[in-house]
């Protein structure tokens, strides 16, 4: 993709430019035994006089000219993530769904914003930043690879907006003050508006668990779908959406399992998407499981339906949470928190594809 592309571009000029900094002794190969001679130990700053020093990025940002240079914070800030979904856009703010198209449809003009400028360029700064020397591996030595890539995801989410519109979803991720955001809305007329590269993090899934990560967040794009939560979900939309998720699998190589619900990953706080939610189209497209309802086989009679949850994914901490959501996602029309045997049937089932 272009941006990412371009991402990758300006962080290797910012390698070669870091690179070619004066200022500082030369670099010393670890995997050489000779010494370079003209070393200065000095001018380490009571580092080990072994180690690999480094141009500060500042140095670099003074290559600019004044007027070029943004202004920012120095300061990186994590910002606090909210543990809720977002809250509803008050309903004379937000505009038209052209505006929206016109502004979320590349990074390249959501970057001409200046929010999402600062944003990013802090987020440089914390990826260039010299090592920390709280670091233990850094006071013995650094040796750089060429090798490497960016971070992919690996999962997506599907979420439902539970609210009225796309413009209303739109609107909400756009400001700073909701602390919510997605990669993707697909509206109800199947529109489908992307928000963020999908490289980077969204904040969609909040406090959550699915195995035993915890970040889902850091590994997975977040899809919300234009619904109120309390009706089925249109067919221009599902069309959309499967499209969008044959283009996400085969670009990143996401499994078959690892298309899930925010309320797969946080089963006491989320219930979307909805019950509406046509999860067995979705596993019949190649998005997620689902079980074979014309030959559903009787688990043995030590089958451990708790631990078959665990297997699939589910945080059975709270076995209760757990059941409901694995119902709501496989049973739908009953999300009471038991098992019948039909219900442990289709667990049983499920569960073998893990
Ligand atoms: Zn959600």
């Known amino acids: 993709m272009f941006s990412s592309k371009a991402l990758f571009r300006t962080a290797l000029l910012m390698v070669v430019l870091y690179a070619c900094g004066t200022s500082q002794p030369a670099r010393r190969n670890v995997l050489s035994n000779t010494k370079p001679a003209n070393q200065q130990p000095a001018q380490n700053n009571g580092r080990n006089p072994d180690q690999t020093t480094f141009t500060r990025p500042e140095q670099i940002t003074k290559r600019r000219p004044p007027e070029e240079r943004p202004v920012v914070n120095t300061k990186v800030e994590r910002r606090q993530e909210p543990e809720t979904e977002a809250p509803a856009a008050t309903a004379t703010t937000y505009r038209s769904p052209a505006f929206y198209k016109n502004i979320?449809?590349?990074?390249?003009?959501?970057?001409?914003?200046?929010?999402?400028?600062?944003?990013?360029e802090n987020l440089f700064k914390e990826m260039t930043v010299v090592p920390d020397p709280k670091n233990p591996a850094v006071n013995s030595q650094w040796y750089t690879t060429v090798n490497f890539d960016v971070r992919k995801p690996n999962f997506v989410i599907l979420h439902h907006?539970?609210?009225?519109?796309?413009?209303?979803?739109?609107?909400?991720f756009s400001i700073s003050r909701t602390s919510v955001s997605a990669h993707y809305v697909v509206g109800r007329d199947g529109v489908t508006y992307q928000m963020l590269n999908e490289y980077m993090r969204a904040w969609h899934a909040g406090r959550s668990k699915w195995g035993s990560i915890t970040d889902m967040n850091s590994c997975s794009i977040g899809i919300e779908i234009d619904n109120n939560g309390n009706e089925p979900f249109s067919e221009a939309q599902i069309s959309s959406l499967l499209k969008l998720l044959e283009y996400l699998k085969d670009k990143f190589g996401i499994p078959q399992g690892n298309f899930i619900a925010h309320s797969d990953i946080a089963p006491s706080r989320k219930n979307d998407p909805s019950k509406f939610f046509p999860w067995k189209r979705l596993a019949g497209a190649g998005f997620g499981y689902w079980y074979d309802s014309t030959n559903l086989a009787e688990p043995p009679a030590d089958f451990n339906a708790i631990l078959a949850l665990r297997v699939i994914g589910y945080d059975t901490r709270n076995q209760a949470t757990a059941i409901t959501a694995f119902k709501l996602h496989y049973i739908q029309n009953d999300i009471t928190p038991s098992l019948t045997d039909y219900d442990k049937k289709v667990l049983y089932n499920v569960y073998k594809y893990y």
């Open 104 to 120: 979320t449809d590349s990074i390249q003009r959501v970057a001409a914003k200046p929010s999402y400028y600062k944003m990013t």
């Open 161 to 172: 907006t539970a609210q009225n519109s796309a413009e209303q979803t739109l609107f909400t």
